[in-house]
C-alpha cells in the first residue's frame, strides 16, 4: 500500500504539470491506467532536470542510469481527455543506490493516483547496481523534497 505522507509534506513536493491527450486514454476517454506509470515517470526525470541533473549525460559520461525496481501505486478515479493534470514527487528515503519516491498524480485538488516507486542507480554496461554518482547524491541531500537519508546500501 502507498506510504502515507501529510498534507504539509506534499506542498514542499516538486509539481510537473500534464495535459491528457488522445493518446493517453482509452477508446472510452479515460486514460489508461499503465500512462500514469508514464506521467510519474516523466515527472521524476522533470524533478531530476530541475535540479541540473540530465540523465543522459549521467549516462554518457559516467555509464549508469536508474530502473524501477518496485512499485506500489492505487487508482481512485479517472482521468479524462484535456484534463490538467499535477504530478507531485517526494523522496522518502535515500540509499547507497537507489531512491524512493511517493508520488501522486492530481486533477485539481482531487488525487487520481497515488503510489510508491523504487529507482535503483545501475551500471548500464552490467546491469548490476551501483552506488548514485556524487553529482546525484549532492543534489539531492540539499534539495527540500528529501524527507529522509538512509544510512546503508540499498
Known sequence: MPQAIDEIAWKSAHHWDIRV?????DAGGIVFYANYLKFMERARTEWLRSLGVEQQAIASELGVGFVVSDLDIKYRQPARLDDLLT?????????????NFAQRVLRAQTVLAHGNIRVGCVDLKALRPV????????????????????????
Open 21 to 25: 491527450y488522445f493518446e493517453d486514454t
Open 87 to 99: 504530478v507531485q514527487t517526494l523522496i522518502t528515503q535515500a540509499g547507497r543506490a537507489s531512491l
Open 131 to 154: 552506488a548514485l554518482p556524487n553529482v546525484v547524491r549532492m543534489q539531492i541531500t540539499t534539495n527540500p523534497i528529501q524527507t529522509r537519508e538512509k544510512d546503508a546500501g540499498c
